[in-house]
Nanobody, 116 residues
Framework: QVQLVESGGDLVQPGGSLRLSCAASGSIFGIWVMGWYRQAPGKERELVAAIFSGGFTDYADSVKGRFTISRDNAENTVYLQMNRLKPEDTAVYYC??????????WGQGTQVTVSS
């Protein structure tokens, strides 16, 4: 199976920065897209950013201009650089991998808390 291991979540003050990392391992058929989702208390899980094969990216409107997703294809690792963080960015952030065959995998989640 495929395993996703996330890291980088922390407590940070408003305006600060964090970088999340997600490393995929196991019998990966082929990566179609890797992305970051987040879920805040009382809210549905939402897409934050995604990066497709070929390097195409997509972002939620709420994070455009502040967050950047990137990928190391050789290491099957995806990153989320988060700048100018706001309290409303507080959530558990999850990594997702979708294989070319349609199979999807999720990471365990990492907590990001933005508070003064």
């Amino acid at each position: 199976q495929v395993q996703l291991v996330e890291s980088g979540g922390d407590l940070v003050q408003p305006g600060g920065s964090l970088r999340l990392s997600c490393a995929a391992s196991g019998s990966i058929f082929g990566i179609w897209v890797m992305g970051w989702y987040r879920q805040a208390p009382g809210k549905e899980r939402e897409l934050v950013a995604a990066i497709f094969s070929g390097g195409f990216t997509d972002y939620a409107d709420s994070v455009k201009g502040r967050f950047t997703i990137s990928r190391d294809n050789a290491e099957n690792t995806v990153y989320l650089q988060m700048n100018r963080l706001k309290p409303e960015d507080t959530a558990v952030y999850y990594c997702k991998l979708a294989q070319s065959d349609g199979q999807e995998y999720w990471g365990q989640g990492t907590q990001v808390t933005v508070s003064s």
